[in-house]
């Protein structure tokens, strides 16, 4: 045998070998990818059937009680208290009495339903969010006006959540209630209308809002960090 009949024999079986190793290395990656797109798949299918089933319970719980507190369910869970002259005084960060009556009804089922079994642990957080018109009296300019607002939500959202977390009838889940329940003042930033600048529209944009957020995303990130540890 030759020298060049020598180096054929030797390349093809090396060849072979790492055709055969780039193979396994394919098989592996698109098994690797495909458990990522099924898990993602998984996830994504729980967390719409968490909110879907949620926001029917919320409905169920309170669909007689939203029309004679003037407030209303969203799509995405959210219930809205819209009428201003029941919330606060103008330019005040007290509880109105009746807001407070309501509150007292309305929290403790609402957190009665989030701290069961079946819906605890995909909560991540229960924002109470304040909201306010883009106007200030014997203001002007658009910008003092956008940070006197803030202070205001700020002062009403915190004023809201002390007498939530003081209310007898939840006092058992004041550690979930603290780690889980926050006071979030935004001002003017998130109009229901944006384009509308009349006076009805600056109205209802004066409102609060109990926002529920779910740890869908964070169970996502985990995910990926898990097959990330894992991959080939």
């Not at 072979?16 to 458990?35: E, I, K, N, S, Y």
């Amino acid at each position: 045998m030759d020298i060049e009949q020598s180096n054929q024999s030797y390349w093809i079986p090396l060849a072979d070998l790492m055709t055969g190793l780039m193979m396994v290395f394919m098989l592996l990656t698109a098994a690797f990818m495909l458990r990522v797109e099924q898990t993602t798949t998984l996830v994504v299918n729980e967390f719409e059937e968490t909110k879907s089933d949620m926001l029917q319970a919320l409905q169920k719980e309170f669909s007689r009680d939203l029309k004679q507190w003037n407030a209303e369910l969203l799509g995405d869970m959210t219930i809205r208290f819209n009428d201003p002259t029941v919330l606060f005084a103008t330019g005040s960060a007290e509880l109105r009495p009746k807001f407070k009556q309501i509150l007292r009804d309305f929290f403790p089922r609402y957190v009665t339903m989030l701290t069961s079994d079946k819906y605890r642990d995909a909560i991540k957080e229960i924002r109470i969010e304040g909201h306010t018109s883009r106007s200030w009296t014997n203001s002007t300019d658009t910008k003092t006006a956008y940070f006197l607002n803030m202070e205001l939500s700020q002062a009403r959202t915190r004023s809201a959540l002390e007498f939530l977390l003081r209310l007898p009838a939840v006092e058992r889940q004041q550690d979930w209630l603290v780690g889980h329940v926050t006071a979030n003042g935004l001002s003017s930033s998130k109009p229901i209308s944006p384009d509308d600048n009349s006076a009805a529209a600056q109205l209802a944009n004066q409102r609060v809002e109990f926002r529920i957020v779910t740890n869908a995303s964070d169970r996502m990130d985990q995910i990926a960090r898990d097959l990330k540890a894992e991959q080939p």
